[in-house]
């Protein structure tokens, strides 16, 4: 921050919860995609129902939000659907990756994940939440580790090796408890990059496998990529079938943006390499 500033310009701890808020509340809307009441807010993302009603009636009086009067309800204006049109041209086809996304949360019941790399973390930037028996629920804005996680991984492995080892190293360093070694990750890395996915077992969640690839960057210049999450014993005898459905639909994402694409295996024997927990 500028030196210059006035301390009394910087943001007060109050004004950044509450941004924050109006944030989780954008993204609530986005995972539920209806309207809501004030008390389904609340109650979703555990705030108080007075900060919520003041809140949710800020934004209607900004016009980033409707009001129903008869069903007490609220829902996005027009207003915050025109905000990022712009990030489209300069990012990747946003409107067709969250097809794929809705297309894979079909044909699998899984937890998808929509991921980049915010510093030494893979942020989560959309989920589509599973609807399988058995799922884990995962909300977005979520922040994973780079060198600790399967999205984190595949997001790793997509930058230059200099810039990977320093990642490696200053996560070892905050996370002395951790088992691997810089030469160990390494290597992981190195299998990613050949088969261009990253599949493990209890890397973050105990009894959670992730599936994840790269999707190649846009414009920007900003490496994202994509995973199916679920619990161990739902993804046990879907490994294969899962691979190729991910693997198809980005071949598919990429056919239609006119994108390079780096093929991943299709050989079972050597996909099942890829299939154990992790180090």
Same mark, same amino acid.
């Given at each position: ?22 944030? !989780? ?226 071949? !598919? ?27």
């Amino acid at each position: 921050m500028n030196a210059n500033v006035l301390k009394s310009e910087q943001p007060s701890a109050a004004t950044v919860k509450s941004a924050t808020r109006v944030l !989780e509340i954008f993204e609530y809307f986005d995972e539920v995609r209806r309207p809501v009441t004030i008390q389904d807010v609340a109650q979703a993302l555990s705030y108080p129902h007075s900060s919520t009603a003041a809140l949710l009636k800020s934004l209607v009086s900004l016009g980033y939000l409707e009001h129903d009067d008869r069903g007490k309800t609220f829902f996005p204006s027009i207003r915050i659907s025109l905000l990022g049109n712009w990030v489209e041209a300069d990012a990747l086809p946003i409107r067709n990756v969250q097809r794929l996304m809705r297309r894979l949360s079909a044909d699998t019941g899984c937890t998808i994940i929509l991921a980049a790399r915010l510093g030494a973390y893979a942020q989560y930037v959309k989920v589509i939440q599973g609807t399988s028996p058995i799922r884990f629920h995962v909300k977005p804005s979520t922040k994973r580790m780079l060198a600790f996680s399967t999205i984190g991984r595949v997001l790793l492995s997509e930058l230059p090796l200099p810039e990977a080892r320093r990642l490696i190293h200053d996560a070892l360093a905050a996370m002395p408890e951790r088992r691997e070694s810089m030469q160990e990750i390494e290597d992981e890395l190195q299998r990613i990059r050949k088969r261009g996915l990253a599949l493990y077992s209890d890397l973050v969640t105990p009894g959670a496998t992730m599936l994840a690839m790269p999707i190649p960057m846009g414009p920007s210049g900003r490496s994202v990529a994509i995973g199916i999450a679920a619990p161990n014993e739902y993804f046990r005898n879907r490994k294969l079938p899962f691979t190729a459905l991910l693997k198809n639909a980005i071949a !598919e994402h990429i056919s239609q943006n006119g994108q390079g694409f780096k093929e991943t295996v299709d050989d079972e024997d050597q996909l099942e390499i890829d299939d154990d927990t992790a180090p």
